[in-house]
């Protein structure tokens, strides 16, 4: 029951996220607890992680990823060509990872490449602005200094996508 509520319960507000040297990045309980309602019997859950603009991680419950990543490629008109682009985007700057009990998850070897980042122990700032964004501490300072202003064509697209899949998708989660 805990997990059933914690799974329809997406976080909010901005939360510190750790990387240790084994690229494990640490997420907060309410966002942890969020991912591990995907879980099975209150075990660990599968997660997909990816970027679009080479500075923050978007991050999805595998099933979700799985489920937004078939409604685009059944999409017919003029965003078609602007969607296999996203999803080729999500399968060559993205990948599986599990999240722990303990809320810990390895960051996958191609987004930590894509990221630019050679070295672990960074610190990670994670908020909710439709996915689940995970961005480097500078990047954060950054952004709280002037306006939100991303510009990242692909970043924002995949927000707005993901943000519309959210919203037709709420009633079908609730008649579960």
Known sequence: MELEIA??????GLGDAPCD?????????????YFLGYGKDGGSAELYA??????????????????????????????RPKNRRLLLAAQLYGGETEIDRQGRFVLPRN?????????SGIEFKVLNDGPIRLMTE???????KGPVQLGREFD????????????????KQGAE
Request: glycine share 8%; net charge negative; hydrophobic share 30%.
């Open 50 to 79: 990816a970027t679009f603009d080479g500075t923050d991680v978007l991050l999805w419950p595998k099933a979700e990823f799985l489920s937004w990543r078939d409604e685009l490629q059944e999409c017919e008109g003029p965003e």
């Open 156 to 171: 924002d697209y995949a927000a707005d996508k993901y943000t519309e899949y959210l919203g037709g998708n709420r009633g």
């Open 111 to 119: 987004v930590r490449e894509a990221l630019g980042l050679s070295q």
């Open 138 to 144: 500078q990047r954060c300072e950054e952004t709280k």
């Open 21 to 33: 040297e084994k690229w494990r990045v640490r997420l907060p309980a309410q966002y942890s607890a």
């Open 7 to 12: 799974r329809k319960s997406v976080p909010l």
